[in-house]
Nanobody, 124 residues
């Protein structure tokens, strides 16, 4: 299984970035997908998740109204659109796959597969 995250970079506060995650080696449509981030010296935290069909999403309070996640089960990809970025959004962002297909979950422990991370830096 491979999850390849991309799209990170350096952006000014108020700007936007679009992260993508390409999955291979798994039946993508059977997995809920999540986005997490980890800032230096901090624990990995939940950002957003989307159900296997895309019909249900969940966002951390810090992401609501600014971030949107979507997926394409034909292309085996999941996207995190991030708008109105703030310096506190600076972190390594990870995509992850959760085999429980009933609900979307926030806990790191529920996700079996992880991408390598993509760095997002927001300057003030």
């Amino acid at each position: 299984v491979q999850l390849q995250a991309s799209g990170g970079g350096l952006v000014q506060a108020g700007g936007s970035l679009r992260l993508s995650c390409a999955a291979s080696g798994l039946t993508f449509s059977r997995y809920a997908m999540g986005w997490f981030r980890q800032a230096p010296g901090k624990e990995r935290e939940f950002v957003a998740a989307i159900s296997r069909t895309g019909g249900s999403t969940d966002y951390a309070d810090s992401a609501k109204g600014r971030f949107t996640t979507s997926r394409n089960n034909t292309k085996n990809t999941v996207v995190l659109q991030m708008n109105s970025l703030k310096p506190e959004d600076t972190a390594v962002y990870y995509c992850a796959a959760d085999p429980d297909t009933r609900i979307v979950r926030r806990g790191v422990k529920f996700y079996d597969y992880w991408g390598q991370g993509t760095v997002v830096t927001v300057s003030s």
